[in-house]
Each structure stands twice: as C-alpha cells, then as structure tokens.
C-alpha cells in the first residue's frame, strides 16, 4: 500500500459558486452550521466550537480511500482535520480516523477508531507539522489503515495500522476549536 488499484466512486473539487454546500453533500447533524464554498474550498461559517460534518451521500466499497488539500491548519485556532472511512452514521458513529492536529501549539498524525461516537487512538506521533497546503490520505485497505501526508508532490506514510472492523461511509469532517 498505497493501493495501485484505487477507484474513485465520487470526487469534487469545490469548483464552482461560492455558496451554502448542498447536494450530494448532507450535514448530518441537526444543531450544524452549514459549511459553504468559497474560493473553491469548503470553509466553515464562524469559528468556535465542534462544527458540521458534510458526509458524501454515495454507497462505497469496504476498501476505501480519501484525499484533502489542508487550506489552513496554522493560526491562533487549534484545528482537527479529518479524513473517516468505513463510518457508520449516526447514531452509532462508528468506524476509522485519520487526523492531522494543531492544538496549544502541539502538531501531530494519529489514526482512531471510533466505536459507539467513542474515540481511541489507535496510533500517533508528533513530529510532523502540518502546514497550510499539505493534503492528507487517508487508506483503509483489508484490515490496514494508512495516513500519509504529501507536500510537494512527494508522499510520506506517517502511520500504519492493523484493525478489521467495516463499514461504509466516507466522511470529511473539519473541527476548529
């Protein structure tokens, strides 16, 4: 892995009208601010607090794979940004995380499993900064999770884990505290 046979059963690029994301993107949680487009990338409304996650209404295989482009992760803010595969949606919240974290100045890479909307990392380190404009994958192949981080062209696999639980659902989900 990285997997040689990915196929893409959806993509966007968020060209297009900035405005309110809609269709085929939901928000899945009732109280949520509505992220929107602007400048060709999702952004959310207000800083503060836990904010939507915009989940790609399409059925996906068990193997699976996800790709962002991080606009910003640097600033005063702490930020999570992260790519989840084989989620479950509500209620049950369960399947794979992969993270990038800014938070009090402390930048790390972990991959969680979620569980009933409990989270355990599973692995992490803390020696990569993010920086704005780093693109992260995230690859659940089999029973293996992988992060990497690309800058430049060039990709890093950060982690690399083994666990065997499925699911479907693909989810992009950004936090700012």
Known sequence: MPSTT???????????ANGTLTTPWMINYATAQNPTISSN????PTAG???AVAIYNATTPDDQWAHM?????????AVTVMLKLRHANTPTL???????????????SEIAKRVNGTPTTLISENLTAWANGDEMDCEVQGSTIILSR????VTTELLRFNDATSGKTPYI????Y
């Open 6 to 16: 990915r196929t893409s059963t959806f993509a966007d690029s968020f060209t297009r």
């Open 94 to 108: 369960s399947g794979y995380e992969c993270r990038a974290n800014r938070k009090n100045a402390s930048i790390k």
């Open 150 to 153: 690309v800058t430049g062209g």
């Open 49 to 51: 607090g836990s904010h």
């Open 41 to 44: 990338a999702v952004r959310w």
């Open 69 to 77: 482009t991080i606009s910003t992760i640097q600033g005063a803010s």
């Open 173 to 176: 989900k950004i936090r700012v």
